[in-house]
């Protein structure tokens, strides 16, 4: 009921930038927070990123705190990460999460969008 699309992933030089979008739609309601999440080949699933839906507070993991930027439209119901300073180790697999508040707390996940990052 909820589909969440991811864009703007791409092949990028060490140091570099890249914007990732994440679009809402469907039965867009109740939001606590969007997210991201990215998944390197071996590796588990890593929270990177999230922003709190009713304040636009956001928190970051340790790997990415200082070159991550996460922010969100209330009105396109659009999520986005600005990623600069990009490093090899950042190379993943990004998804986007929205999570419901409320007595379900569902979570609900976008397809990914693959970011490399080499020279």
């Known amino acids: 009921q909820v589909q969440l699309v991811e864009s703007g992933g791409g092949l990028v030089q060490p140091g570099g930038s890249l914007r990732l979008s994440c679009a809402a739609s469907g039965s867009i309601f109740r939001v606590d927070t969007m997210g991201w999440y990215r998944q390197a080949p071996g590796k588990e699933r890593e929270w990177v990123a999230n922003?709190?839906?009713?304040?636009?507070?956001?928190r970051y993991s340790d790997s990415v705190k200082g070159r991550f930027t996460v922010s969100r439209d209330n009105a396109k119901k659009t999520e986005y990460l600005q990623m600069n300073s990009l490093k090899p180790e950042d190379t993943a697999v990004y998804y986007c999460?929205?999570?419901?508040?409320?007595?379900?707390?569902?979570?609900?996940w976008g397809q990914g969008t693959q970011v490399t990052v080499s020279a």
């Open positions: 999460n929205l999570r419901r508040g409320g007595f379900d707390n569902a979570n609900y």
């Open positions: 922003i709190k839906w009713s304040d636009g507070s956001t």
